[in-house]
């Protein structure tokens, strides 16, 4: 067995969902017949990219194949990806016909002095993420938008378990929540595809592979996120309902860490009420010191 088999076998899976969502009429096939597939056919999509049906078969199968950057981008163009696809699918297949796995550096992620220091001084609520989703570091605001962390065990800190953490999900039934799990999953398969046996991603898809029918829906989509924008409603006793954007900005240096920042347009009513819930806040923790659940 190839050493380099965590990303060919990547590379299959993501292959095979991507021919998956396709349908013939998408690509300009008759549909013919009864098919047992809700996608294109192997051999449809080696026709599509000029393949034989055998070859490609064997690179959807993880098995010995190494692909040049022409059948790569042939393939690209068939399955229709988009540029974030597009390079997701090569880094993936640049690392799966290395002859030995490259050495990845495991080191654990940390966030700059100076990167906290503007966490501190940001009058907008901000977090920073490790690339598999662990929460490092936040500021005062975030903690007033989105509780303490600090009532959670640091290996509960993450941005996936806490979406899926059952007891946390009043808001699941709201439209965004689906939209906002598959951006987090895109962001992790984009970490997975530059290390795919890292311990931390392993036990964090492995537990959520278990214990949630919609992680497994939304993991087998092999969506993948470079970095994710967005807005999301948060519903507060006290303040009303808060609308903020949020955008990712990923740190100066080794790849890894984002900071994620909410904000509001200046003036706004949604301004004014994530004012007045850090107000609310700061108050309730000079009474009585910091608590409440984290939010997602």
Not at 255 to 271: K, R
Request: net charge positive; glycine share 8%; with cysteine.
């Amino acid at each position: 067995m190839s050493t380099s088999r965590p990303y060919a076998r990547e590379l299959g899976d993501f292959l095979r969902a991507r021919r998956g969502r396709l349908r013939p009429h998408d690509v300009g096939l008759e549909p013919g017949g009864r098919r047992k597939v809700t996608g294109l056919r192997r051999e449809e999509l080696a026709l599509l990219a000029g393949l034989s049906t055998d070859y490609y078969q064997r690179i959807e199968q993880g098995r010995e194949v190494r692909p040049s950057d022409d059948v790569l981008d042939a393939l690209a163009d068939a399955l229709g990806l988009d540029d974030g696809e597009r390079r997701h699918l090569f880094t993936l297949a640049h690392a799966a016909r290395r002859p030995v796995l490259a050495r990845v550096d495991r080191t654990p992620e940390r966030v700059p002095d100076s990167t906290r220091r503007l966490l501190r001084v940001m009058d907008t609520p901000a977090v920073v993420l490790s690339g598999h989703l662990d929460l490092l570091d936040w500021n005062p605001m975030a903690q007033a938008l989105l509780g303490d962390p600090d009532a959670y065990p640091p290996d509960r800190l993450n941005m996936l378990l806490l979406l899926f953490d059952d007891t946390l999900t009043g808001q699941r039934g709201c439209p965004d929540w689906e939209r906002q799990a598959l951006d987090y999953i895109g962001m992790m398969r984009a970490a997975v595809a530059t290390d795919p046996t890292h311990p931390r991603a392993t036990a964090i898809i492995g537990e959520l592979s278990i214990r949630s029918a919609a992680f497994r829906r939304l993991w087998a989509r092999h969506d993948v996120r470079g970095s994710v924008s967005g807005t999301k409603t948060f519903r507060i006793p006290g303040t009303g309902d808060i609308v903020l954007d949020w955008d990712t900005y990923p740190l100066p240096g080794a790849p890894g860490p984002v900071m994620l920042v909410f904000t509001a347009e200046p003036g706004s009513a949604d301004a004014d009420r994530l004012q007045l819930l850090a107000s609310l806040r700061a108050t309730r923790t000079a009474r009585r010191g910091a608590g409440g659940r984290f939010s997602h």
